[in-house]
């Protein structure tokens, strides 16, 4: 059988996963490549380090140029993480003539107009299915299998760390910080998760997503985000006796040729599909003109999951697939976006409202009359009785809202907190019903 020689660059967690199932599974991947994806070099920075796979002799160096300087390896996949030296490498490994797959999601969404211009001006392909929800084939989806339709809704939950954390909140009452350390324990989190739970995770992935899905060219800092390092298991508590649960959620929804972008966490209706998403798992819900409303649901992280998708893109990339499909849609081109994005004070939603308040007469007509000045209509109220007789001890007041402007809610909010019988600090979250 016909041999295609393949390396990879950078051996953690994924390319660890990625040479096991080159290596053990080499039958599976030429039945579907029609040829033997031969891994021939895997270069790292410290050979010496131990790993959990052992690799043939003559495959491990630290050493680059094995790679760069031999014209058999046709293909690469780069799974470093971060910026630099990732960038560099890639930019080296296509002007030596290699198609990449990678898995860095955070490099696509820094500098994918630089890497995917360079790869066309050199006649070569970056495949990355790997870089958003882990094993759930969403870039292919979107891509390809959903090419006939025009696509007008993206909802997801992008990050597995994050709906782990908050599922653990939601079904044990534990506090963020005790839960974040569990995360950290089992191997969902990092030694330093911030990326994970302030929403910038997230927010990478959506720009990759928006951009595929509707051509906008816009940098993951410009998105609206908001994430669950504020999360109180107090709303977690309210949320579900309201018949909700609480997701961190990422939107990119298409409303007369605008697009409105954000991330934050969610309250979405107990039994819709984003809801029951548990644990690590990662999901997205696409709406297309065509074919309605379509659901990916599956591990969005971890070794094997995210080996899985690398694998396949080496498979594609070998076969020629990704090649014809790189050309075609020129992601990240210099064409401009014909999509215009919508303000973020001008997008709406249903609102979930938290207040602590002193418990004495006037204070729900204050908020309300507030509210109705800012166009801001009540759905509900639910306030528990205190154990105490009135006076100026705080309690909690959750208002849930008709649909409203995200800047009616902001300017809303802030007279709100200057009320004096008002703590400061009153809790906003967004509401999900479809």
Not at 122 to 136: D, M, N, Q, T
Not at 230 to 236: N, V
Request: with cysteine.
């Amino acid at each position: 059988m016909e041999k295609t020689k393949v390396a990879v660059v950078g051996m953690g967690v994924v390319g660890s996963g990625v040479a096991r199932l080159l290596l053990d599974q080499g039958d599976r991947t030429a039945r579907h490549a029609g040829r033997t994806l031969w891994l021939e070099r895997v270069v790292v920075r410290d050979v010496e380090r131990a790993r959990e796979l052992e690799l043939p002799a003559g495959v491990l160096s630290d050493d680059l140029s094995l790679i760069i300087d031999d014209p058999e390896i046709k293909l690469v996949a780069q799974l470093i993480g971060g910026l630099e030296p990732a960038r560099t490498i890639m930019l080296q490994l296509l002007e030596s003539g290699k198609d990449i797959v990678t898995a860095n999601k955070a490099l696509l969404a820094e500098h994918g107009g630089e890497l995917f211009d360079r790869a066309r001006e050199l006649g070569r392909s970056i495949a990355f299915e790997a870089a958003v929800a882990g094993g759930i084939p969403i870039i292919t989806s979107i891509g390809q299998c959903l090419s006939a339709n025009q696509i007008n809704l993206l909802q997801g939950i992008l990050n597995g760390t994050s709906n782990f954390i908050v599922t653990e909140m939601e079904e044990h009452g534990a506090d963020y910080a005790a839960t974040v350390a569990q995360a950290q324990k089992l191997g969902y989190a990092e030694a330093d998760p911030t990326m994970d739970v302030d929403g910038s995770d997230v927010a990478q992935k959506l720009a990759i997503l928006a951009h595929l899905a509707f051509g906008a060219r816009v940098h993951w800092q410009d998105i609206p985000r908001q994430g669950i390092d504020r999360l109180s298991p107090t709303d977690i508590q309210y949320a579900s006796q309201l018949g909700y649960r609480i997701k961190l959620i990422a939107v990119a929804e298409r409303t007369d040729q605008r697009l409105e972008l954000h991330v934050s966490p969610t309250l979405v209706r107990m039994g819709r599909p984003l809801a029951e998403v548990r644990g690590a798992y990662n999901a997205v819900s696409v709406v297309g003109d065509a074919v309605g409303r379509t659901f990916f649901h599956g591990l969005g992280a971890g070794q094997m999951p995210t080996a899985s998708a690398v694998v396949a893109d080496m498979i594609d990339t070998a076969v020629g697939r990704t090649q014809i499909t790189f050309r075609t849609l020129e992601l990240w081109s210099r064409r401009e976006s014909g999509v215009g994005l919508l303000q973020h004070r001008e997008s709406s939603s249903r609102f979930y409202l938290r207040f602590s308040v002193n418990d004495h007469p006037g204070v729900l007509a204050q908020i309300a009359g507030i509210l109705g000045e800012n166009a801001i209509s009540i759905a509900s109220v639910m306030q528990h009785e205190s154990s105490e007789n009135g006076g100026d001890h705080q309690i909690p007041l959750i208002i849930m809202t008709h649909s409203a402007s995200e800047g009616a809610a902001q300017d809303a909010l802030a007279e709100i907190d200057q009320l004096d019988s008002v703590q400061a600090g009153s809790i906003r979250m967004r509401v999900l019903d479809r």
